[in-house]
C-alpha cells in the first residue's frame, strides 16, 4: 500500500489507469525528456535528416533544429522559428502542443488531481451511508476470519459462554507465549464464587506466574469477544470488567514512585471492582518495607475476599508466603503454587501450576542464573540461613535494634520478667526514693539476662 500524501494539494491521491488525460500529465511530467527524445528519432527517420536536433531554451522554448546543408529536405509542416549562424530552427504544431504540456505538466497534473479529488469526494458522501455499513461489515468480517484463521493454526477450541460466576479452562495456553516458545505447558484454571474466588498463587520468580494469571484474563476475554481460545476445554462466566496490576513503573517527572504508582493503581481496583469482574494482582506491597508490605497485602487480600460481602474472583501472586496462612481463615480462598524440582543446586521450572502453597521463593537460585556473583549467592545464603533460624532478625547482634516506642510492642519484651514487674510496680504508691530504688533493681536485672 502507498504511503498517503502530506497535503491533497501536492498530488499522489489519484491511481494510474483512473483517468487518461492524468496519466499522459503524468508521464510528461516524469518522462519528459523520454518523449523528446523519441520525438527527434522520430523525426529523423520521417526527413531522413541524419543531424536532425530537438533541443530547448529558456527564450524560445522547444525546437528542431536543422543545418543549411539539410533545409532542402525541411518537410513543409515544419514552421520557422529561428535562424542560427549554422542553419534553421523550427516547430510543429504537435511539438507546439506538447511544449506547452511539458511546461504546464506539474501544474496541470496537481490541479487536475484536485478535481478529481473532490469529484470522488462527492460521490462518496452522496453514497456515505452505503459505505459506511460496507466498512463495517468489512471490517467485521475480517476479525471474524482473523480469528477463524488463528483459532484453526493454533488449536484453539469453542469457549462455552454463561452468566454463572465461574471460570473452568483445561489446558489453558498463553495464545502469545505460545508462539515465541517451544514446549509450552498448559495448566487449568477452576474460579466460582463458592470454594475458589480467591486464588493465592505462590512460587519462584520466573515461573510463570505472571504468564498463567494473563493467559487467564486473555481466554476470558477472548471468550467474550467471540473467539475460540487456546485451550483443551473452556467454560466462562461473564466478566464486566478485568483489573490488573502487574508489573512495576514510575512517573518521577510528576513526583510519583514505583510504589506510589502501584497503590493509586490498587486504589482504583479495590474502589471499583465488582462481583461480577475479575481481578489480577501481582506483587502487591513489594515496593516499601517488608512489614509495611505484608501489612497491605493482607488487608487487600481480606478486602477483596469479603468485599459486597460476596468478594471478587480474583488471581494473587505475592512472596508473602505468610498470606497462605489465611486458606482457612478466608473460605473462598485457595491457595496454589508454581511446581519446581531441585536437583543439587540447580532449579527446574516445571511451569506447572498445582494445589497448596509453598514456602519457598527460591530469590537466590534465580539471582545464580541471572549471573550475580558467586561469592554475593553464596553469603546470600549463609544470610538466609540465619534468618529462617531467626537469628538474624530481632534478636542477632547484626540486627537492627527497634526504638524506644517498640519497648511493649517486641516478642522479647512480652516475654520479659522485668517488664512484668515494672508493669505491677504501683508507682502512684511509692515515694521518689523508692522509685529509684526500684528502678536501680530493675536495671541490675536487665544486665543479667
Not at 460476596?310 to 503454587?337: D, P
Not at 519484651?413 to 502512684?428: R, W
Request: glycine share 8%; net charge neutral.
Amino acid at each position: 500500500m502507498d504511503d498517503p500524501p502530506v497535503s491533497v494539494r501536492e498530488g499522489g491521491m489519484i491511481k494510474d489507469g483512473y483517468n487518461e488525460k492524468l496519466d499522459e500529465l503524468k508521464k510528461l511530467s516524469l518522462h519528459g525528456k523520454d518523449w523528446i527524445a523519441e520525438l527527434q528519432q522520430q523525426e529523423r527517420e520521417r526527413t531522413g535528416i541524419k543531424s536532425l536536433k530537438v533541443g530547448y531554451n529558456s527564450v524560445f522554448g522547444y525546437y528542431i533544429e536543422v543545418t543549411k546543408a539539410n533545409l532542402s529536405q525541411v518537410p513543409p509542416d515544419y514552421i520557422r522559428k529561428q535562424t542560427t549562424a549554422n542553419g534553421e530552427r523550427f516547430y510543429t504544431p504537435a511539438l507546439k502542443e506538447k511544449e506547452m504540456m511539458i511546461l504546464s505538466a506539474d501544474e496541470k497534473k496537481m490541479a487536475l488531481e484536485f478535481e478529481l479529488f473532490n469529484e470522488i469526494n462527492s460521490l462518496i458522501a452522496a453514497r456515505s451511508k452505503e459505505l459506511q455499513a460496507t466498512a463495517a461489515a468489512l471490517g467485521e468480517l475480517d476479525v471474524v476470519a482473523t480469528l477463524a484463521e488463528v483459532a484453526v493454526n493454533n488449536r484453539y477450541v469453542r469457549p462455552e459462554v454463561n452468566g454463572s460466576c465461574s471460570i473452568l479452562i483445561r489446558d489453558g495456553r498463553h495464545p502469545v507465549v505460545e508462539r515465541s516458545l517451544t514446549g509450552f505447558v498448559p495448566n487449568d484454571t477452576h474460579m466460582d464464587c463458592e470454594e475458589n474466588q480467591f486464588l493465592l498463587i505462590t512460587g519462584p520468580n520466573m515461573a510463570g506466574k505472571s504468564t498463567y494469571m494473563r493467559q487467564t484474563a486473555l481466554i476470558v476475554i477472548m471468550a467474550q469477544i467471540g473467539s475460540f481460545v487456546p485451550a483443551s476445554y473452556a467454560s466462562v462466566g461473564l466478566v464486566d470488567r478485568i483489573f490488573t496490576r502487574v508489573g512495576a513503573f514510575d512517573d518521577l517527572a510528576s513526583g510519583q514512585s514505583t510504589f506510589m504508582i502501584e497503590m493509586v493503581e490498587l486504589a482504583n481496583i479495590l474502589n471499583n471492582a465488582t462481583p461480577k469482574s475479575l481481578v489480577l494482582l501481582d506483587e502487591i506491597g513489594r515496593g516499601t518495607s517488608t512489614y509495611d508490605g505484608y501489612s497491605i497485602a493482607k488487608a487487600v487480600v481480606e478486602f477483596i475476599h469479603n468485599k459486597d460481602r460476596v468478594g471478587v474472583r480474583s488471581l494473587f501472586a505475592t512472596h508473602y508466603h505468610q498470606l497462605t496462612a489465611l486458606e482457612g481463615a478466608l473460605r473462598r480462598m485457595k491457595n496454589y503454587h508454581i511446581a519446581v524440582k531441585e536437583e543439587g543446586n540447580d532449579l527446574v521450572f516445571l511451569r506447572k501450576i498445582v494445589p497448596g502453597a509453598t514456602d519457598r521463593s527460591y530469590g537466590i537460585h534465580v539471582a545464580r542464573l541471572a549471573g550475580v556473583p558467586l561469592k554475593v549467592t553464596q553469603r546470600a545464603r549463609e544470610i538466609l540461613k540465619d534468618v529462617e533460624d531467626g537469628s538474624a532478625i530481632g534478636r542477632g547482634k547484626d540486627s537492627s535494634r527497634y526504638t524506644q516506642l517498640m519497648l511493649f510492642g517486641s516478642e522479647d519484651a512480652k516475654e520479659s520478667p522485668v517488664v512484668e514487674e515494672l508493669k505491677s510496680l504501683n508507682v502512684d504508691a511509692m515515694t521518689p526514693l523508692e522509685a529509684l530504688n526500684a528502678l536501680a533493681a530493675l536495671k541490675k536485672k536487665a544486665a543479667g539476662r
